[in-house]
């Protein structure tokens, strides 16, 4: 195929991409307003306030931390906290990560740095329709651009505009109805339910703890569930198989 063609096609992908992620940006705008808000209402100074928007790209372990740096805890645990946050994307790399092996690891660094919640269930959504297309590298980083746009031109209009936005506008609460449009189909899985449940659980009654961490332990506890329940529904089906 000539290389003008390939290009056309691959342009085409990526602009279907930032097509098709277009549905979830509602969501992220308005968790990308919270945590701007949030960043600079717990103390922190604008500046580092958009340097950590535009490098961590992490909302939910931004939101993780801030209370933490404003109660001046410790490094290790502002680190260790950011880090357990985050935990999911070892998941959502292991989910991805068969279909872009045959693509050359410095691509693959920064689709990995640009990856998003969003991002990776609308990508996992067509490959399970149509299987591995042609140029899916261009379809996940246009969506990904796009993501990362929306995210960061959100979060600074949080920044600039957080001595004006008045807490009881109740971005929060838009914020969570924005994960919860994420989490609630994924729980149709039983080991993704069980972490979601445990978690919970974990982090409302550890509320009370020290450090926050309650909702420490509660991520880890879930993440444990999830990984044992799956890994044992899957020797169940391999046994299954094997004896049928």
């Not at 509602?26 to 808000?37: C, I, K, N, Q, S």
């Not at 996940?140 to 960061?152: E, K, L, Y």
């Not at 979060?155 to 924005?178: D, K, Q, R």
């Not at 450090?211 to 509660?218: A, F, Q």
Request: glycine content about 8%.
């Amino acid at each position: 195929m000539p290389l003008s063609d390939v290009t056309a096609l691959r342009r085409q992908e990526f602009a279907r991409g930032a097509k098709d992620i277009l549905p979830a940006m509602p969501g992220a705008a308005a968790w990308g307003v919270v945590t701007g808000v949030a960043m600079v209402k717990s103390g922190l100074a604008v500046h580092w306030a958009l340097a950590m928007s535009l490098t961590a790209y992490a909302g939910s372990a931004q939101l993780a931390v801030l209370p933490l740096l404003a109660d001046a805890s410790p490094v290790w645990l502002i680190a260790i906290t950011a880090l357990i946050t985050n935990l999911r994307f070892v998941i959502y790399s292991a989910a991805l990560r068969g279909w872009f092996t045959d693509y050359r690891r410095q691509r693959r660094l920064w689709l990995g740095y640009l990856t998003g919640d969003f991002v990776m269930v609308t990508f996992l959504n067509r490959v399970a329709t149509e299987g591995a297309f042609v140029h899916r590298d261009a379809y996940f980083f246009g969506m990904s651009v796009a993501n990362w746009v929306v995210w960061n031109v959100a979060s600074i209009i949080g920044i600039a505009a957080a001595a004006y936005i008045p807490t009881h506008w109740g971005l929060e609460f838009a914020g969570v109805l924005a994960l919860l449009a994420l989490v609630v189909p994924m729980c149709r899985q039983r080991p993704a339910l069980a972490g979601v449940v445990v978690a919970s659980l974990v982090a409302v009654l550890g509320h009370g703890w020290p450090l926050r961490l309650g909702m420490v332990v509660g991520v880890i506890a879930g993440i444990v569930v999830a990984t044992l329940l799956d890994g044992h529904l899957r020797k169940r089906a391999v046994a299954t198989e094997l004896t049928s």
